[in-house]
């Protein structure tokens, strides 16, 4: 029968840190960032629960929220505090004089761990990625949105029609400070009882207005096509 797996992030007071970057992300950011945030996920999957681990993510939505939180607009208090920014020295697109060349080199490093990670050396990640490839230009890359329900569904559908245990999962949040309510969905394949999950596009995701030239940069780094395990 048909399998469809539907998350919903428990509700948690989120820390403090996220609770200021919450006034100075964008929405758009806010709202990829609770997906993968460490809240207890639950996925019903052909009528059984099982626990989304809290480590899903963690490194990537740790280190881009921080990436972020710099290349925003940064409301600093009157504190004169040497380790805050200023309003006069980071607003605007002037943000790669405040973002030094070493906080660049180990992002970059840190982004080309997470999606590089054995990669080549999991054959069966290769062969999920492989087999979306060809789903994504089979649905109609470029002439569709590969962000959208519809797109994730017809993908997910694909990957179940070519022999995969593939699943459309839904994590939910409620609004919590500027953060609205809302969800996000993502593709997990299952393989000998190892879970995977599948994401395209992912690079949209975390796109923002007036990005620099640096986060431009470093936003190439993610692959068009993820494939990697929740610990991962």
């Known amino acids: 029968s048909k399998r469809k797996s539907e998350a919903t992030s428990a509700a948690r007071p989120i820390s403090s840190s996220f609770q200021d970057m ?3 992300l ?3 950011f806010k709202r990829v960032a609770a997906a993968f945030d460490e809240a207890a996920r639950l996925c019903e999957s052909s009528g ?16 881009v929220t921080s990436f972020m939180e710099k290349e925003g607009r940064v409301e600093a208090e009157e504190d004169h505090d040497d380790e ?14 405040c973002w030094s060349d070493s906080d660049e080199s180990s992002t970059r490093e840190t982004l080309e761990d997470i999606f590089v990670r054995d990669y080549y050396g999991d054959e069966v990640k290769v062969k999920i990625g492989a087999e979306v490839e060809l ?18 569904r017809r993908l997910m559908a694909r990957l179940r029609d070519r022999g995969f245990d593939a699943g459309l999962c839904k994590s ?3 609004k919590t400070g500027r953060l609205p309510a809302g969800d996000y969905q993502y593709i997990d394949v299952n393989v000998n009882d ?9 690079e949209g995701e975390f796109e923002i207005a007036r990005p620099t030239e640096r986060i431009t940069s470093l936003l190439k780094i993610f692959p068009a096509i993820f ?6």
């Open 22 to 24: 919450a006034k100075v």
């Open 26 to 28: 964008p929405i758009k």
């Open 48 to 63: 059984s629960e099982h626990s989304v681990s809290s480590e899903s993510f963690p490194d990537l939505s740790d280190l």
């Open 84 to 97: 805050k920014l200023s309003k006069e020295e980071c607003e605007g697109n002037d943000f790669d004089d």
């Open 135 to 152: 789903a994504c230009e089979f649905i109609g890359r470029g002439r569709v949105n590969m962000s959208s329900h519809d797109f994730k």
């Open 172 to 174: 939910r949040w409620e």
């Open 194 to 202: 190892t879970r995977y999950i599948t994401e395209v596009s992912l």
């Open 227 to 232: 494939v990697g395990r929740p610990e991962e």
